[in-house]
């Protein structure tokens, strides 16, 4: 079974640019998560979708940020216009149901964002 | 709301030595906590959870680790460090549903031969 994957898994661009993150989650998974870690930080929740509902948000930094997961399949985290403090790696993670107590998240490899 | 501290941020052992990285949380309902791992270039990879039981849990890798109610520590431990193990290791603690993660800011492991 594949794992979670993200696209691409390096991105450098320049400040006032407009870049654009892909989460698969696994197959079948309802819940969907972004998460961002930005350099020397914790690892700090940004969203949260069950399936192409934003269940909760409120870990986005600003509306610079906007994330999308049409057809509750894909979800994809756009930054625009990114700023220099958006560098960081943003990580994706997948889990199979809502309610269930055991619920594990699967992450991805993440991406590795640098806005110079 | 809840948080969770690992105070060390670097720790270097010999390989064969034992470890145990620490973990300590605060959270105002019954804490359900992980520990992931993530070796250079990869995503982070679940090693074990605690949701209710036995409060020793085993894990992947030969990890285990102890929930301690009364010290609000999940502590991670390995009898014996291999050189692969060299990696960052995230506690994180999350609801009853799997959700609303929060994670410690991780400590990285080095392993000496």
């Known amino acids: 079974e594949a794992g979670v994957t993200q696209f691409p898994s390096h991105s450098v661009i320049e400040k006032g640019q407009t870049v654009t993150l892909r989460c698969d989650p696994i197959s079948g998974h309802d819940n969907l998560y972004w998460y961002r870690r930005v350099m020397g930080k914790e690892i700090k929740f940004l969203l949260h979708?069950?399936?192409?509902?934003?269940q909760d948000e409120s870990g986005m930094p600003n509306n610079r940020f906007l994330a999308e997961r049409t057809g509750g399949t894909y979800s994809t985290l756009k930054v625009q216009p990114a700023e220099l403090e958006d560098s960081g790696v943003y990580f994706c993670?997948?889990?199979?149901?809502w309610g269930l107590g055991t619920d594990t998240q699967y992450f991805g490899p993440g991406t590795r964002l640098t806005v110079l | 709301a809840q948080s969770v501290t690992q105070p060390d941020i670097h720790i270097t052992v010999s390989e064969g030595a034992s470890l145990e990285l620490r973990c300590n949380y605060s959270y105002g309902a019954t804490p359900y906590l992980f520990w992931y791992v993530q070796s250079p270039g990869q995503g982070l990879q679940l090693l074990l959870k605690?949701?209710?039981?036995?409060?020793l849990v085993q894990g992947i890798k030969g990890f285990e680790a102890e929930f301690k109610r009364s010290q609000s520590s999940f502590n991670l431990r390995k009898p014996s460090v291999h050189w692969s193990d060299a990696a960052e290791y995230f506690c994180a603690v999350g609801d009853n549903y799997g959700q609303n993660f929060v994670f410690g800011p991780g400590t990285r492991l080095s392993v000496l031969p």
């Open positions: 993670a997948s889990s199979p149901g």
């Open positions: 605690y949701f209710s039981g036995d409060t």
């Open positions: 979708f069950v399936k192409e509902s934003k």
